[in-house]
């Protein structure tokens, strides 16, 4: 086995090719030295595996090729956040919160008479239009109408909604309050 010291001026004298190895690799001269030294850190340390007879240089270029690649396959996964607005985007709202509303909501839906909790299912959740919505429970598009008027209206009520009033902190719990009590041709802007 050759020792470390035994290569030290063969590592020495590789540190110029090394180096424009890795500029030609990362393009970025601070890089393109931190490369090196990582290289020569993870040759130095493993010295012992080297085989003596065997080219040095290949070997080193090797160690140089497999940490840049290495290190290219983790930094695709990661996103540069300086200033923290991409983690400040990320932030989850607590759960337990927006649970118990939809509990509720739930439960103020199966209070709905049938009718007009399918009525509601069928133009606030499914997005039919009023029409489509007659023709599949075989009534008249006014009396479709009537039914998801009023069940909005109950529903609100059961929900204790009022009108402009925020409801919840959960985007998604919003979407779904809105849907329940919205009249039909409002647009959120119109909360």
Same mark, same amino acid.
Request: glycine letters at 8%.
């Given at each position: 086995?050759?020792?470390?010291?035994?290569?030290?001026?063969?590592?020495?004298?590789?540190?110029?090719?090394?180096?424009?190895?890795?500029?030609?690799?990362?393009?970025?001269?601070?890089?393109?030295?931190?490369?090196?030294?990582?290289?020569?850190?993870?040759?130095?340390?493993?010295?012992?595996?080297?085989?003596?007879?065997?080219?040095? $240089? #290949?070997? /080193?270029? =090797?160690?140089?090729?497999? %940490?840049?690649?290495?290190? !290219?396959?983790?930094? *695709?996964?990661?996103?540069?956040?300086?200033?923290?607005?991409? $983690? #400040?985007? /990320?932030? =989850?709202?607590?759960?337990? %919160?927006?649970?118990?509303? !939809?509990?509720?909501? *739930?439960?103020a839906l199966f209070k709905l008479a049938d009718d007009h909790r399918e009525a509601l299912m069928l133009v606030?959740?499914?997005?039919?239009?009023?029409?489509?919505?007659?023709?599949i429970c075989g009534c008249a598009v006014g009396t479709m109408k009537s039914r998801v008027h009023r069940a909005r209206a109950k529903l609100a009520e059961l929900l204790t909604i009022?009108?402009?009033?925020?409801?919840?902190?959960?985007?998604?719990?919003?979407?779904?309050?809105?849907?329940?009590?919205?009249?039909?041709?409002?647009?959120?802007?119109?909360?």
């Amino acid at each position: 086995m050759t020792q470390p010291s035994d290569n030290k001026a063969e590592l020495i004298a590789a540190i110029p090719r090394l180096r424009a190895f890795a500029f030609s690799l990362c393009r970025n001269g601070d890089r393109a030295d931190d490369l090196v030294q990582q290289t020569l850190m993870k040759a130095w340390a493993g010295m012992a595996s080297f085989e003596p007879g065997s080219n040095l $240089a #290949a070997w /080193l270029y =090797t160690i140089l090729r497999n %940490e840049f690649y290495g290190e !290219f396959r983790k930094l *695709r996964h990661e996103v540069a956040d300086t200033d923290g607005m991409f $983690a #400040a985007r /990320l932030a =989850t709202y607590p759960t337990q %919160e927006s649970h118990m509303d !939809f509990q509720d909501f *739930r439960a103020a839906l199966f209070k709905l008479a049938d009718d007009h909790r399918e009525a509601l299912m069928l133009v606030g959740a499914s997005g039919l239009s009023y029409e489509d919505a007659a023709e599949i429970c075989g009534c008249a598009v006014g009396t479709m109408k009537s039914r998801v008027h009023r069940a909005r209206a109950k529903l609100a009520e059961l929900l204790t909604i009022g009108a402009g009033e925020p409801v919840g902190s959960d985007r998604k719990w919003q979407a779904a309050a809105a849907v329940a009590v919205t009249p039909a041709g409002a647009g959120p802007s119109d909360l």
